[in-house]
């Protein structure tokens, strides 16, 4: 018997407990002081009241032997996925239904897609990052290289001919730098992937966030894209599923690799690996693109991205620079004074109790760099600000 051994080339990940290590301590000696934490990326708001009846409505369907429903397609269901091709069509992406694939959310199927990957492909993963994108690589062992992000570029790198990588990582909105990529941008990536017979993961898990029509929600706005991309989304951040669980990724038909249609692999590996998310969750995924469901969503959205203003404006004012904030629910900013992100994560507790993520737990080029997040409460965020304003 022989472990994986890749599993011992991870990383810990410390930075979370580091934060919360020294937010305990804190609170400790200081037990009087309010804490406000602008570090979450967990929604706060509740599900939209039209998903909680759909719901409701589901589990009294499921209690009744005329409308049980036992083990569902693996792919999702035919009234769920024909939703999420509608909504695709406001943006003239048009996709088959059975292109999208229903899953209990975007992590899982970022780190599942693998399956389908040969090992020797070299991933190329953009630093600073969602730590899901390499963890999933060092697991299986593939050979990664990282592409700079860094305040010269905006923290969107682009395309280097003189670098090879056969699957490529691209989120936008970005986690934790909330940069995001414009057609032209993304248009240089489909180039590249299809100049080199590349695969490009696209994470679009806060698409809802984009505001402008001229930026992308989706890849496959770019031309071409559909013999090159593998979408992923989720309902985590649109609509506060991150304790419901349920998100889709599209994979087109005509992404076909070495002579064979990757579409049928992603088909062969959920129907023999994954029996499919509840019934229950998909008729409240449903929900959300009703007329009533996509109002009540977007009250959610507009209230992070309110809170997000907030955020930026003090940046504005106070000249410091950062990333995100418009279309996104992460502000990346650069931390005052040259500190290092753990200094000012020190610096930001210790003199106003305001609780955010070092950037350096994202990747070396995230060192100096510090991220806040707009998913908390509005009078909270609005108090943080004002204490961040005295404090520079
Ligand atoms: N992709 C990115 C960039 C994220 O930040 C997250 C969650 O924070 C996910 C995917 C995971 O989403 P889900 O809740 O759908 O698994």
Not at 100 to 105: N, P
Not at 236 to 241: D, I, L, N, P
Not at 248 to 265: A, R
């Amino acid at each position: 018997m022989k472990i994986n051994k890749n599993y011992l080339e991870l990383e810990d990940s410390y930075l979370f407990s580091t934060i919360a290590k020294k937010v305990n301590q804190f609170v400790k000696e200081n037990p009087d002081k309010d804490i406000i934490r602008l570090g979450i990326g967990d929604v706060t708001l509740p599900l939209a009241p039209v998903v909680v009846e759909a719901i409701k409505n589901a589990a009294d369907e499921m209690g009744k032997k005329e409308t049980f429903k036992g083990y569902g397609p693996e792919q999702g269901y035919a009234f769920l996925r024909e939703a999420i091709q509608k909504y695709y069509s406001r943006k003239n992406v048009n996709l088959e239904a059975d292109e999208i694939f229903i899953s209990d959310g975007a992590k899982s199927d970022l780190g599942n897609i693998l399956d389908i990957f040969g090992l020797e492909n070299t991933v190329l993963v953009p630093d600073p990052v969602y730590p899901v994108y390499v963890d999933t690589n060092v697991m299986a062992g593939r050979k990664i290289i990282f592409a700079d992000a860094n305040e010269k570029n905006g923290f969107l790198p682009l395309p280097d001919e003189n670098v090879k990588c056969d699957i490529i990582y691209i989120c936008s909105p970005n986690n934790p730098t909330g940069a995001v990529y414009t057609k032209d941008g993304l248009k240089k990536w489909v180039d590249y992937a299809l100049k080199n017979d590349a695969v490009i993961l696209f994470d679009a898990a806060y698409e809802c966030f984009i505001k402008s029509e001229e930026l992308p929600n989706s890849i496959y706005e770019i031309e071409g894209a559909k013999k090159c991309a593998i979408e992923f989304c989720s309902f985590s951040k649109t609509a506060g599923f991150t304790g419901t669980r349920c998100g889709y990724t599209v994979v087109p038909k005509e992404l076909v690799k070495e002579g064979v249609s990757l579409h049928k692999f992603w088909l062969r590996r959920q129907t023999t690996k994954f029996n499919g998310v509840p019934y229950i969750v998909q008729k409240g995924a449903e929900a959300i693109f009703s007329e009533k469901g996509q109002e009540q969503i977007k009250e959610n959205i507009a209230y992070y991205s309110e809170n997000a203003k907030i955020i930026a404006e003090t940046m504005d004012k106070k000249g410091i620079w950062y990333t995100g904030g418009k279309h996104s629910p992460y502000i990346w900013l650069k931390c005052p004074n040259n500190m290092s992100s753990w200094e000012f994560f020190d610096y930001l507790l210790n003199n106003i109790a305001v609780v955010g993520t070092p950037g350096a737990g994202f990747g070396k080029n995230g060192e100096g760099y510090f991220r806040l997040t707009s998913f908390g409460n509005r009078e909270k965020t609005i108090e943080a600000m004002e204490r961040f304003s005295k404090l520079f």
